[in-house]
Every structure is written in structure tokens, then in C-alpha cells.
């Protein structure tokens, strides 16, 4: 983990600007066996020190890639220059952002390298499991990948602190071949925040997950394709998650409201049913620890949850101390950065619809002839709010039970308009946090939902 040597560079922040200064480092790790063959086994580390000054809401920046108490100095330095230059050249009078609540965050997780050979081994554990049981998949593939931030982050008249985010994931991929020949695939992830022997010290925990992971496989195989069209359906959790972050969390980023997004003009107004409300979790979500907890951003704010839509309305956006300014809000620390050279921007953290009362069971018999759409392939939505998502496991509904797996298809739709159709909302909710935001630069994030009965577009043959 980093060491501290940046809090006494405090000295050198100049009177009458805002100062943050910080200390990061990068660290990731991957292994990938492909039917049981080391196809990739690589890692990689960056480190360095970033500094922004802000002089009447004109900022000055500046990075050095290395980690010395030198580099500290310089960066302040020059981040000071360049803020004071554009300040005295600017049109205009500007403002200073209001201070903040100071206080000191400590790391929460120790950053734990496992042995390469440790993490090889386990790999190939899993793959023999999938080898040995299911020999009639014509491909298997086991991903083990890691990545970590550890900052330190000192500033002037917001809070400080030292912060670490570790995560890893196993991820398994079974492939079969389709009845017209072409193949099928599904994939599991699993672990979450922290480091190997949190989560793969033992896993057996994964071999049922895993098994019922080829039972939807070779219902895949057997799969037929959608009827094309608007229809009644139930989204899984994962998708309600992918929609969460996709087609509404973007759209409710300040900085992207600024640049028109759909959630301008709809402040205060409905956008979804009363039985939807979003919230942008910081570090914990319904009683427990968030997927990927976030304590301090990147300008020292200290994270608080952020509701964005409540019982249906639109309530609020994301925002760093700059936006938040400008619309009247109080920041809660979206603002971040994906290495020791990116500027923070705004960022989703762990962004949820929230789980209402109903029992999918229920939601399925209630419907007579949709669909149940359970996990996303991948997704991208425009600032209208307009989406568009891969379905990679689905199941038709057929007289309120469930019948054949679906073929790969794509739903779409405006997520303004096809919340408003949400009438059932089951009680449990599932997370993903295996993947990355690439709003601009990388960001892990967390996304979530519970199954939500809507009207929805989907494609066919």
C-alpha cells in the first residue's frame, strides 16, 4: 500500500485557492485458460501524484508519473500556476466553491497480493470441475482478473484521506454448440470488493453455481427465438441493473445534464411508476455493505448516498463541487478518478432500483404470454435516455409458467417511458460489479435492480 508522503505537502498549498492534492496508484492482474491451456497471465502497476488547484471555479492541473516527495511539490507548483494564469485571464467574475466537512477517512481493506502460482492453481481446479463434468461442451474458459486503487488525498478545505478499492472475479465460460450449428455461451463472475483469499480461498461454493450455469446452457441449446414486438415482460435483476446505470444513471450525471440530457427539463417531474425508485448507493445499500463501497472521492468529498428517482419522480442528479454549485445541490461524492493523470469526474458508485413487494413467482403466473429476460450481454443508451440491450438468457412465459430459453435478442426502448409501465416490482434485488463504466476513462462500479414487470420492445428472428 501507498506510503504517506504527500499529507506534509500541505505546506505548500498556496493562500486563496482550493487545493487537492494526490497520491495513486494502479495495480491489475489476469489469467486466462482456455480449455485448460495458459492462453494470457500478465499484470500491471502505475503510480503517481496528480494535483488540482481551483482559483474562482478556474481550474489548474497537473501529474507526474512517479511517487516522490519532490514530484509533490512540483505538481502543486505548477497546478497553482496554471489555475492563477486562467484566473486572471477569464471573463468574467467567478466563485469559489463552498467548503466542505473536513475530516480524515482510513483504508477499510488491505490491498493482498495471493501468489501468481496460487491463483494459476485455482484456475485450473475450476477448469478440471468443468473438464470432468461436462465433457460435452466444446469450450471452457476460466478468467481470473484483479485490479486496485489505493489514494491519498489531501485537501485545503475539504475532507482527507487514505483510501483503498480492491476487487477480484473469476469468471467462467461455458460454450456449447446451438442445434443450427452456431455456438452458445453463457458466463458466471464471481467475487467482488476485496482480494483473492477473501473470496477463492475455498470454492466450493462455486461448483453448484456452476452447474446451473450448463443447465441454462443446454437450455440455451434448445432455445427458440422471440417474437419480435412490444410485449409484457419481467426484467431480471441484472437487466433492471444494466438499465439502472445505462439508460437512467448517465442521463442524471450533472456534467451530462449540462451537455442536455433527457433529465434536464424532467427535475421534480414523474419519469417511472411509483413502485420505482433509484438511489446511487456510497457505501452501503439495504443494510449491507455496498458491492464497491466508496468512503471519499477525489476532491475530497465525503461520499453520501445520492436518491435520484423517489416513488417515480425525479429528485436529483450525481455531481462534483462544481456542478453541484451550479444546480443548487449539495455534492456527495461522485466526483473520481481513474488513475494518478485523470481529472475526477462525476461517476456512478453503486447505483440500484429498489426492491418492491411482489414474489417473482407471482409476477410470472401473472403473465399469460411475455417474457422473463434475466442477463444482459452488454448495453449503451444515448442522453435521451433511448436504449438499447443485448438479452444473452431469457425464457418465454407461457400461461404464467415459464417454457423455453430464448435465443440471443435485444430489448429497447426510452427508459423515461418504459418505467412508467413498471407495475410489479419483486423484493429481492441483484447486483453485478464485475465490469467497468467507460464513461471517458475506466471506473468499477456496482449496479442493480430487482425484477420489474414492464412493457418493453424486443427484437426477434
Same mark, same amino acid.
Not at 156 to 171: E, L, N
Not at 345 to 358: E, L, S, V
Given at each position: 500500500?501507498?506510503k504517506?508522503?504527500i499529507?506534509?505537502?500541505k505546506v505548500?498549498?498556496a493562500d486563496?485557492?482550493?487545493t487537492?492534492?494526490r497520491?495513486? @496508484?494502479?495495480?491489475?492482474?489476469?489469467?486466462?485458460?482456455l480449455?485448460?491451456?495458459?492462453?494470457r497471465?500478465?499484470?500491471s502497476?502505475?503510480?503517481?501524484i496528480s494535483?488540482?488547484?481551483?482559483k474562482?471555479?478556474r481550474?489548474?492541473?497537473?501529474s507526474?508519473a512517479?511517487?516522490t516527495e519532490a514530484?509533490a511539490e512540483?505538481?502543486v507548483r505548477?497546478?497553482?500556476?496554471?489555475?492563477?494564469?486562467?484566473d486572471?485571464r477569464?471573463q468574467?467574475a467567478?466563485?469559489?466553491?463552498?467548503?466542505?466537512?473536513?475530516?480524515?477517512?482510513?483504508p477499510?481493506?488491505?490491498?493482498r497480493?495471493a501468489?501468481?502460482k496460487?491463483?494459476?492453481?485455482?484456475c485450473?481446479?475450476i477448469?478440471a470441475?468443468?473438464?470432468?463434468?461436462y465433457?460435452?461442451?466444446v469450450s471452457?474458459t476460466?478468467?481470473y482478473?484483479?485490479?486496485s486503487?489505493?489514494?491519498?488525498?489531501v485537501?485545503?478545505?475539504a475532507a482527507c484521506?487514505?483510501?483503498?478499492?480492491?476487487?477480484?472475479?473469476i469468471?467462467?465460460?461455458?460454450?456449447?454448440m446451438g442445434?443450427?450449428?452456431?455456438?452458445v455461451?453463457?458466463f458466471?463472475a464471481f467475487?467482488g470488493?476485496?482480494?483473492?483469499?477473501?473470496?477463492f480461498?475455498d470454492t466450493?461454493?462455486? +461448483?453448484p453455481?456452476?452447474d446451473s450455469? +450448463?443447465t441454462r446452457?443446454r437450455d440455451k441449446?434448445e432455445?427458440v427465438y422471440a @417474437?419480435a414486438?412490444?410485449k409484457t415482460?419481467i426484467?431480471g435483476?441484472?437487466m433492471?441493473?444494466?438499465?439502472?446505470h445505462?439508460?437512467?444513471?448517465?442521463?442524471?450525471?450533472a456534467?451530462?445534464v449540462i451537455g442536455g440530457?433527457?433529465?434536464g427539463?424532467?427535475?421534480?417531474k414523474?419519469?417511472a411508476?411509483?413502485?420505482?425508485t433509484l438511489?446511487?448507493?456510497?457505501s452501503?445499500?439495504?443494510?449491507?455493505?455496498?458491492?464497491l463501497?466508496?468512503?471519499?472521492?477525489?476532491e475530497?468529498?465525503?461520499?453520501?448516498?445520492?436518491?435520484?428517482?423517489?416513488d417515480?419522480?425525479l429528485t436529483?442528479?450525481?455531481?462534483?463541487r462544481?456542478?453541484?454549485q451550479?444546480f443548487?445541490m449539495?455534492? &456527495?461524492?461522485?466526483a473520481r &478518478?481513474w488513475t494518478f493523470?485523470?481529472?475526477?469526474?462525476?461517476?456512478?458508485r453503486?447505483?440500484?432500483?429498489?426492491?418492491?413487494k411482489?414474489?417473482?413467482e407471482d409476477?410470472i403466473?401473472s403473465?399469460?404470454?411475455?417474457?422473463?429476460l434475466?442477463?444482459?450481454?452488454?448495453g449503451?443508451?444515448?442522453l435521451?435516455?433511448?436504449f438499447?440491450f443485448?438479452?444473452?438468457?431469457?425464457?418465454?412465459?407461457?400461461?404464467?409458467?415459464l417454457g423455453? &430459453?430464448?435465443?440471443?435478442?435485444?430489448?429497447s426502448g426510452i427508459?423515461f417511458?418504459m418505467?412508467?409501465?413498471v407495475?410489479?416490482?419483486?423484493d429481492?434485488?441483484?447486483?453485478?460489479?464485475?465490469?467497468f463504466?467507460?464513461?471517458?476513462?475506466?471506473?468499477?462500479v456496482g449496479?442493480a435492480?430487482?425484477e420489474?414487470?414492464?412493457?418493453?420492445?424486443?427484437?426477434?428472428?
Amino acid at each position: 500500500m501507498l506510503k504517506d508522503i504527500i499529507t506534509a505537502k500541505k505546506v505548500c498549498f498556496a493562500d486563496g485557492v482550493q487545493t487537492v492534492l494526490r497520491g495513486h @496508484e494502479n495495480r491489475s492482474r489476469q489469467v486466462v485458460l482456455l480449455k485448460g491451456n495458459l492462453v494470457r497471465n500478465d499484470s500491471s502497476e502505475s503510480r503517481g501524484i496528480s494535483a488540482r488547484v481551483t482559483k474562482n471555479g478556474r481550474y489548474g492541473f497537473a501529474s507526474a508519473a512517479s511517487y516522490t516527495e519532490a514530484d509533490a511539490e512540483a505538481v502543486v507548483r505548477a497546478a497553482t500556476e496554471n489555475a492563477l494564469f486562467l484566473d486572471a485571464r477569464a471573463q468574467g467574475a467567478g466563485r469559489s466553491y463552498p467548503a466542505l466537512a473536513n475530516g480524515s477517512v482510513k483504508p477499510r481493506r488491505e490491498i493482498r497480493d495471493a501468489q501468481q502460482k496460487r491463483i494459476i492453481d485455482t484456475c485450473h481446479e475450476i477448469d478440471a470441475y468443468v473438464e470432468k463434468t461436462y465433457p460435452d461442451l466444446v469450450s471452457r474458459t476460466v478468467v481470473y482478473t484483479e485490479d486496485s486503487q489505493d489514494k491519498i488525498i489531501v485537501t485545503s478545505d475539504a475532507a482527507c484521506g487514505h483510501v483503498t478499492y480492491p476487487r477480484c472475479y473469476i469468471y467462467v465460460m461455458l460454450t456449447a454448440m446451438g442445434k443450427n450449428g452456431a455456438p452458445v455461451e453463457l458466463f458466471k463472475a464471481f467475487g467482488g470488493a476485496g482480494s483473492f483469499e477473501d473470496h477463492f480461498a475455498d470454492t466450493a461454493y462455486m +461448483y453448484p453455481e456452476i452447474d446451473s450455469l +450448463y443447465t441454462r446452457v443446454r437450455d440455451k441449446v434448445e432455445g427458440v427465438y422471440a @417474437e419480435a414486438g412490444v410485449k409484457t415482460v419481467i426484467l431480471g435483476g441484472m437487466m433492471g441493473g444494466m438499465l439502472a446505470h445505462e439508460a437512467v444513471g448517465h442521463t442524471v450525471e450533472a456534467d451530462l445534464v449540462i451537455g442536455g440530457s433527457v433529465a434536464g427539463p424532467n427535475l421534480n417531474k414523474r419519469v417511472a411508476s411509483e413502485l420505482v425508485t433509484l438511489t446511487d448507493y456510497a457505501s452501503t445499500a439495504f443494510g449491507r455493505e455496498a458491492p464497491l463501497p466508496v468512503y471519499l472521492d477525489d476532491e475530497g468529498t465525503l461520499a453520501q448516498d445520492v436518491t435520484l428517482i423517489k416513488d417515480g419522480i425525479l429528485t436529483g442528479y450525481m455531481n462534483s463541487r462544481e456542478t453541484a454549485q451550479l444546480f443548487g445541490m449539495t455534492p &456527495a461524492g461522485n466526483a473520481r &478518478a481513474w488513475t494518478f493523470s485523470d481529472e475526477p469526474i462525476i461517476r456512478m458508485r453503486n447505483t440500484a432500483i429498489h426492491p418492491g413487494k411482489d414474489k417473482l413467482e407471482d409476477m410470472i403466473a401473472s403473465i399469460d404470454d411475455g417474457y422473463y429476460l434475466i442477463e444482459s450481454s452488454n448495453g449503451q443508451a444515448d442522453l435521451t435516455g433511448e436504449f438499447m440491450f443485448g438479452v444473452s438468457l431469457g425464457y418465454e412465459i407461457k400461461h404464467g409458467r415459464l417454457g423455453k &430459453a430464448l435465443l440471443d435478442t435485444t430489448v429497447s426502448g426510452i427508459a423515461f417511458e418504459m418505467l412508467k409501465t413498471v407495475d410489479m416490482v419483486s423484493d429481492n434485488v441483484t447486483w453485478s460489479s464485475s465490469g467497468f463504466c467507460g464513461k471517458k476513462q475506466p471506473m468499477p462500479v456496482g449496479m442493480a435492480g430487482p425484477e420489474m414487470r414492464c412493457r418493453i420492445s424486443i427484437g426477434g428472428r
